[in-house]
């Protein structure tokens, strides 16, 4: 059993910050990557950013230079803090955690709304 609790999201207005928290407990070892994805209304999932277990990253290039993403130091923690937020990165964000073997693990997903 993998579960994922995630914390951060909110109402921000353009130009503002957020970070989100997710952690993980329960079988989590064998972690190939954590990381976040995003669904707006009317749209697919979308990779936000992720970090594999050796620490590489990679982000859509739409949030290149305004996202970090991060871990704890336990390794079943992971943040995204996101800065100089857009009305466009509204949307449902959910913490995702990829298993050797076991596969894709998600959380229950946060909100982050950003007004114009």
């Known amino acids: 059993q993998v579960q994922l609790v995630e914390s951060g999201g909110g109402l921000v207005q353009a130009g503002g910050s957020l970070r989100l928290s997710c952690a993980a407990s329960?079988?989590?070892?064998?972690?190939?990557?954590i990381g976040w994805y995003r669904q707006a209304p009317g749209k697919q999932r979308e990779l936000v950013a992720r970090?594999?277990?050796?620490?590489?990253?990679n982000y859509a290039d739409s949030v290149k230079g305004r996202f970090t993403i991060s871990r704890g130091t336990a390794k079943n923690t992971v943040y995204l803090q996101m800065n100089n937020l857009k009305p466009e990165d509204t949307a449902v964000y959910y913490c995702?955690?990829?298993?050797?073997?076991?596969?894709?693990?998600w959380g229950q997903g946060t909100q982050v709304t950003v007004s114009s």
């Open positions: 970090i594999s277990n050796g620490g590489s990253t």
């Open positions: 329960g079988r989590t070892f064998s972690i190939n990557a």
């Open positions: 995702n955690l990829d298993l050797y073997r076991l596969g894709d693990f």
